[in-house]
């Protein structure tokens, strides 16, 4: 019988959703494609362009999950938010009750607690969007928006890997805001 | 977004004011009474039209299986399979023995998937008494996390096969861009030999179910293969007696624009009847076709064939998910890596339809390509669509039953039965939304 190797699990899954189809709502997996890359043995990062139950199983192969998502608030297009999850003040497109069967990101910690399985840390990066028209591109303001983050992931990813209490509290930033994600504590 | 709105006659109407951009699908029962007398049923389907068949005229034939996956998260290998028949049947080409046996696995490993989710997660809640998943692993997390393994092994058998487990990447016209090596799948077996045992016992669990009564006159459309249980071959066959090959099926089914649904419905052309395609369809003319253990599960479980109840789906559904796990058991066990993953694929003009069983049903594709393999016409028959209008008809043999049920036994009776079929326009799970209109007409 052949044995899986298994490799250490990094602690930080990058998680970006959206539908490539749609303008701006590609921005998560415009990320996380641009980020996967340079992925080491600290993060990984996949695309899951909607949640179902199968996230489920991701929730055992890492401390820290980052799900990445074009965000609706009424913002400036552009801008990043950065929240705890699960956080009702923002809703991200992808993680709500739209996907297959119902399964969003509720319903997934709703049955992980039921079933007492453990809950990594959650978060969201969510960007602003200003279309989401089918066919368009990707917005000016959006594009500008994804590479500011990652140009600042090596800081934000010491943000989502330090201590338990380093983000606590939303935050956002302006479009074009070099300060993000903010301040950040090393553990 | 969607909400219910009172009308001045007392009707509720459901208005939907935006589309969503990532619409798995919606739907919802409108029934309306006049007095104890039922009046009127719909399967309103409200998602927007996504015009795939569109969307593939002007595309290159290699694109096809990769745009066609894309029009189902959940039954993506369906469509590929469905479609590289098409094209290959349009180009001349026939495969070899060792990548037939391989999209076969494919397609064991998303029944797996598929069928796991439904049965454990989907519809077992309602046979149990729970309200939902959720709900039912409060107090048996044992079988939520067995549906849940039976699902991960249909998960990893995809990404072994597909390069990951939604929207696999590997199929092409001709065979697949890569095939896997045997220490990959190899890697698998000790999962299939506990997916096995567990989809046993989930076809024992399922067939001692305690199931609403309810009995249907269909008549049940699916693949037949003389030598195996139907996946990607096999001639259409139905209980009234059609035997056809994919070339006549559009002679014999017809799509239908009905005004409350953005799905076409379909029917038998010859009398414009409904028909039922999907496992129970496949099991009742098939099951001597059944893997060794499935078939003995099915004949000791004291099931009375053929099953007319719609409910009994979800016995179908275990039986074949058994069958999946000793055939993709079979398969692994005696892999051996071809020596080549596509046969040459040599481009003319053509055309070629094909027809595969999805884990919803049957699954027809239709597709005329020109001298430069550019898609010039593109037809898609999905099994979710096929079955609307029978849904329709089996509310109504429901319904009058429950004329002095109230609105929310009602609800839920109508949700059990539409979700019985596993419908893929969207969530299972509470995904209706029904409009009960009591005011007498005047």
């Known amino acids: 019988m052949n044995k899986v190797v298994s490799f250490p699990r990094p602690p930080l899954l990058v998680i970006g959703c959206g539908n490539l189809t749609c303008g701006d709502d590609r921005a998560g997996m415009e990320f996380v494609r641009k980020l996967r890359p340079q992925s080491c043995a600290q993060y990984a990062a996949r695309e899951m362009p909607q949640l179902s139950v199968d996230l489920l199983e991701l929730f055992k192969e890492t ?39 119902g399964w969003g990101l509720n319903e997934v910690l709703g049955l992980a607690r039921s079933l007492g399985r ?19 591109p990707i917005s000016p303001a959006v594009k500008q928006a994804l590479q500011v983050a990652l140009e600042n992931f090596p800081r934000l990813r010491t943000l989502l890997s330090g201590t338990a209490d380093a983000l606590t509290r939303p935050r956002s930033f302006a479009p074009g805001d070099c300060a993000f994600p903010g301040e950040v504590k090393c553990a | 977004m969607s909400e219910t709105a009172q ?3 007392g009707e509720r109407v459901l208005k939907r004011d935006s589309l969503l951009t990532r619409v798995e699908g919606e739907g919802g029962v409108y029934v309306r009474w006049e007095q104890d007398r039922l009046a009127e049923v719909r399967l309103d389907i409200f998602e927007p039209p996504r015009f795939f068949e569109a969307f593939l005229r002007g595309r290159h034939l290699h694109e096809v299986p990769d745009i066609t996956a894309r029009i189902c998260g959940i039954c993506p290998v369906a469509y590929q399979m469905s479609s590289v028949h098409a094209l290959e049947a349009a180009l001349g080409i026939v495969i070899s023995p060792a990548i037939r046996r391989l999209r076969r696995l494919l397609y064991c490993a998303e029944w797996i998937q598929s069928h796991a989710l439904h049965i454990y997660l989907l519809e077992g809640p309602d046979f149990l008494g729970y309200e ?43 065979g697949f861009y890569k095939t896997p090596r045997r220490k990959e799948l190899m890697a ?78 379909s029917v038998r052309t010859e009398n414009a009847t409904s028909y039922l395609v999907g496992p129970l369809a496949r099991l009742n003319l098939n099951r001597e076709r059944l893997a060794p253990q499935a078939r003995e599960v099915a004949h000791s479980s004291g099931l009375s064939f053929p099953l007319r109840n719609p409910f009994a789906m979800i016995i179908a559904r275990s039986l074949e998910m058994l069958h999946a796990f000793e055939e993709a058991l079979s398969i692994v066990e005696s892999y051996e890596e071809p020596a080549q993953s596509a046969v040459e694929c040599k481009v003319r003009a053509g055309e070629g339809c094909a027809a595969t069983e999805a884990p919803r049903g049957l699954l027809y594709h239709r597709y005329r390509v020109n001298e430069r393999g550019l898609v010039d016409f593109a037809k898609i028959v999905p099994p979710t669509a096929q079955n609307l209008r029978r849904i329709e008809d089996d509310l109504r043999l429901l319904l009058p039953r429950l004329k002095e049920a109230s609105d929310e036994e009602m609800l839920a009776a109508c949700e059990n039965l539409v979700r019985a079929y596993d419908p893929c326009i969207s969530c299972s799970t509470h995904f209706l939304k029904l409009t009960i209109d009591r005011s007498p007409r005047p």
């Open chain 1, 118 to 136: 453990e809950i990594p840390r959650l978060a969201l990066l969510g960007i602003e969007l200003e279309s989401v028209e089918p066919g368009e």
């Open chain 1, 63 to 101: 401390e820290t999950i980052l799900f990445v998502d074009a965000v609706e608030t009424g913002a400036a297009p552009g801008t990043l938010h950065l929240v705890p999850l699960p956080y009702a003040g923002l809703q991200s497109r992808s993680l709500g009750k739209v996907s297959g069967h």
């Open chain 2, 7 to 9: 009308t001045a006659a």
């Open chain 2, 132 to 174: 939902s998943a959720l709900s039912l692993a409060k107090d048996h997390p044992e079988l939520v996390e067995r549906g849940l393994r039976l699902k991960k092994v249909g998960n990893d058998l995809l990404e072994v096969l597909g390069g990951r487990a939604t929207h696999p990447v590997s199929v092409c016209v001709g």
């Open chain 2, 188 to 265: 698998l077996h000790e999962s299939l030999v506990w997916g096995l045992e567990a989809a046993r016992t989930t076809a024992r669990w399922a067939a001692q179910l305690t199931l609403p009564e309810l009995t249907a006159d269909y008549e049940f459309v699916a693949l037949s293969h003389p030598d195996e249980y139907p996946m990607n071959e096999g001639r259409i066959v139905s209980s009234s007696g059609l035997d056809l090959t994919a070339a006549e099926f559009e002679r014999h089914f017809l799509e239908l624009q009905v005004a409350h649904s953005t799905a076409l419905h």
